[in-house]
């Protein structure tokens, strides 16, 4: 079991730059692959960024790619997603969620098996 924590949300300008963090529990957070995923209203939840569990590889989604980045800390069960160059439609719900052990590091959100509980970010334009 994984129990994650989302924070760091907020308001900002359109250019600015956020960092979210998730927490998780558990002493087997370094096994997870864990992602990062947003929902605006009336949309779907949407893939943003993965890594695997030993940070070696990274996956963005082409709206973020160049602006956001993924990185974790596993001695702070931690996942950290550094948002720059914000624009306004990064306006949404944020969650971080986990998958158990696999060949392939997840990029759909049936893929993941555990999930936060979202924190808000509003880009003002």
């Known amino acids: 079991q994984v129990q994650l924590v989302e924070s760091g949300g907020g308001l900002v300008q359109a250019g600015g730059s956020l960092r979210l963090s998730c927490a998780a529990s558990g002493r087997t957070f370094s096994r997870y692959a864990m992602g990062w995923f947003r929902q605006s209203p009336g949309k779907e939840r949407e893939f943003v960024a993965a890594?695997?569990?030993?940070?070696?590889?990274?996956y963005y989604a082409d709206s973020v790619k160049g602006r956001f980045t993924i990185s974790r800390d596993n001695a702070k069960n931690t996942v950290y997603l550094q948002m720059n160059s914000l624009k306004p439609e990064d306006t949404a719900v944020y969650y971080c969620?986990?998958?158990?052990?696999?060949?392939?590091?997840?990029?759909?959100?049936?893929?993941?098996?555990?999930w936060g509980q979202g924190t808000q970010v509003t880009v003002s334009s």
């Open positions: 969620a986990a998958h158990s052990p696999r060949v392939r590091v997840g990029v759909a959100v049936h893929e993941y098996n555990y």
């Open positions: 890594i695997s569990w030993s940070g070696g590889s990274t």
